[in-house]
């Protein structure tokens, strides 16, 4: 929470949260649709949009899922607040309390609050860094605990930022399939590969497997939209249904404001613009950290996203760190956050999506010090 709070705080290089700077974002494109759609469907605009959501943002969302493979209609997705609410509807539609959900070691620290929240036990199997969740570890895990289901961040992982490989990826669904254990794919940086290329999702390259697909336009458009969804495959009356209750509904005008964009073409268009600019601003970050930190220290090599995971010499605590690092003005994310059992405690996730300029890399000289 700590982290959380600093990354409300304009006095603090934001290091840590994985919210893209401003300048990242398409600001004006994205203020100019809610402003068109509060003027133009002011009726539509004062009520609630009960799940599934929008129809014209949902028939948006299912056209852009089918270019990736299998065939996605609108009546398969429902609107979520953001994919931090898609998880943890997906998690509520297969488990209960008490169950055993594999996921990626390191894993995103949101996906183990919400499993925490939920009663829900983390059976962490180790992730290889260019392909992804290791296969003879889950398949050794499914002859020792009772398995519910697994996520996975198949594109871009958060913190290593691989992009699993399809035959990686049909190897996971079919391994899983043999178990009768539900998938759920998080493919929130789906869009953002440094290579133009919009890699295959797992619901893509087995349609009628069960897999719950969970993204959101948080790390693209603009975080405060809190737009994302889940296609639902078998279980989408369940989750429509857990929607309801959780929320009652997401908001109405981002809904329709991103709906626009995407019928105009504007955030294709986006898109070709910002990939390249994340992977310079990746590659820039790990430059310098290779540059004004000491020997010893390793950085990801990630094909897509905007994070960073950097290993430290191994005498370093990254927890205390951190602690250091905020008193200094300077918020990183301690590696044992992105672990249920408190593993990598020598590594650090950092944010690059950030303006470069002077205060930014005396950020870096800063956070390189206290590690010295």
Known sequence: MALIKAAND???????????????????????????????????????????????LRRQIARRMSETGGGISAEDIVITTGCQEALSLALRA???????????????????????????????????????????????????WPVKACVVVPNFSNPLGFCMPDTHKRALIGLLAKHGVPLIEDDVYGDLGFDHRRPSTCMGLAPDADIIHCSSFSKTLAPGLRIGWVAAGR????????????SIASPTVPQLAVAELLESGRYERYLREVRGKYASAVSRMGDAVMKYFP???????????FVLWV????????????????KQGVSIAPGPLFSASGKFRNFIRLSCA?????????ALTTLAGLVR
């Open 311 to 326: 290993e430290l010499p191994g005498t370093i605590d990254s927890f205390e760190l951190a602690r250091h690092a905020l």
């Open 94 to 144: 297969v488990t209960q309390p008490g169950d055993v959900v594999a996921v990626e070691s390191p894993a995103f620290y949101g996906l183990l609050h919400v499993l925490e929240s939920l009663g829900l036990e983390a059976l962490e199997i180790p992730a290889h860094p260019h392909e992804g969740m290791a296969l003879d570890a889950l398949a050794f895990a499914f002859e020792r």
């Open 10 to 56: 304009p006095g603090i290089v934001q290091l840590g949260a994985a919210v893209p700077d401003p300048d990242y974002l398409p600001t004006q494109a994205v203020a100019r649709a809610v402003a068109r759609v509060a003027r133009l469907q002011r009726t539509r605009a004062a009520g609630y949009m009960m799940p599934p959501g929008a129809p014209e």
């Open 295 to 305: 020997e010893g220290t390793r950085v990801s090599q990630p094909q897509g996203g």
């Open 354 to 362: 950030r303006v470069w300029d002077e205060r930014l890399e005396r």
């Open 235 to 246: 279980h989408r009356e369940r989750i429509e249904y857990l929607k309801y209750v959780s």
